[in-house]
């Protein structure tokens, strides 16, 4: 399958295209619904924006999803997210894929996201990354997951 897009060939069940981010079904369809947002719901986790609990580990805090208020410090050098058991950070459903992400500390003691070539992509503030270094509350969205990053305050 090709994208309808950018022309690159994707993976049959692919629902975006993993090169331009461009939708992959009909948005006409039956199938397809676009509901219009008419007043934002506010977030049922409230201390995911008090940034981290142990102020000298950098953390992530899910936010949506089934571990929605569940901490993540990111103690070790390179931290790894996806469905696959073995991953440090198991984010369990099937729009996120096997090895999605890592998060890497660099030299300076910043942090990098890179995409590991993920079906649905990953996404930062709303766009989509293949690497970037992290800040203090962004929002990062795997799968269905969001997650915001919190840098250690000391």
């Not at 058991?85 to 090895?99: C, F, N, P």
């Not at 509350?137 to 269905?144: R, S, Y």
Request: aromatic letters at 6%.
């Amino acid at each position: 399958m090709n994208c309808r897009r950018c022309g690159e060939i994707l993976n049959a069940n692919a629902n975006f295209c993993w090169s331009c981010g461009a939708p992959q079904h009909d948005a006409n369809s039956s199938e397809t619904i676009a509901m219009p947002i008419v007043a934002a719901a506010e977030s049922p986790i409230t201390n995911a924006d008090k940034g981290p609990v142990g102020a000298h580990v950098d953390e992530l805090v899910i936010i949506t999803g089934n571990a929605a208020g569940s901490r993540f410090e990111l103690e070790k050098e390179v931290t790894t997210a996806g469905r696959d058991e073995d991953s440090d950070l198991l984010l369990d459903d099937v729009s996120v894929s096997r090895h999605h992400a890592i998060f890497t500390r660099t030299a300076s003691g910043r942090v990098t996201l890179r995409d590991l070539n993920s079906l649905n992509g990953t996404y930062v503030n709303g766009a989509r990354v293949e690497e970037t270094t992290m800040h203090s509350a962004d929002e990062v969205q795997i799968g269905k997951f969001k997650l915001v990053f919190w840098e250690a305050t000391a």
